[in-house]
Nanobody, 121 residues
Framework: QVQLVESGGGLVQAGGSLRLSCAAS????????MGWFRQRPGKERELVARITWSYGNTYYADSVKGRFTISRDNAKNTLYLQMNSLKSEDTAVYYC??????????????WGQGTQVTVSS
């Protein structure tokens, strides 16, 4: 059974940093694309960043480019999202996700349960 378990969310002041983790288990993720999505209050879920598990190729949404960094530790089967220079508009529930192939909001094989990030101004 595949499980994606996020951790690391919380309350932080604007300008601060947080690191989210996603512990993946239940299968090997070689050939998968891993992503971080978020859902802001009153908004649809959106892709924030993605990374290919095998090669580490990354993509970032324009809204987080230069501030967020996605990475993975293959040995620990863990995905990370380092978030710096946080803004109030980054407040959202953040979800870890995985798909064998191109990943998008409507193209996900596995979702995590989500972790709340709140940025106070």
């Amino acid at each position: 059974q595949v499980q994606l378990v996020e951790s690391g969310g919380g309350l932080v002041q604007a300008g601060g940093s947080l690191r989210l983790s996603c512990a993946a288990s239940g299968r090997t993720f070689s050939g998968y694309v891993m992503g971080w999505f978020r859902q802001r209050p009153g908004k649809e879920r959106e892709l924030v960043a993605r990374i290919t598990w095998s090669y580490g190729n990354t993509y970032y949404a324009d809204s987080v480019k230069g501030r967020f960094t996605i990475s993975r530790d293959n040995a620990k089967n863990t995905l990370y999202l380092q978030m710096n220079s946080l803004k109030s508009e980054d407040t959202a529930v953040y979800y870890c996700a995985a798909r064998r192939g191109a990943i998008g909001t409507n193209n996900v094989d596995y979702w995590g349960q989500g972790t709340q990030v709140t940025v106070s101004s």
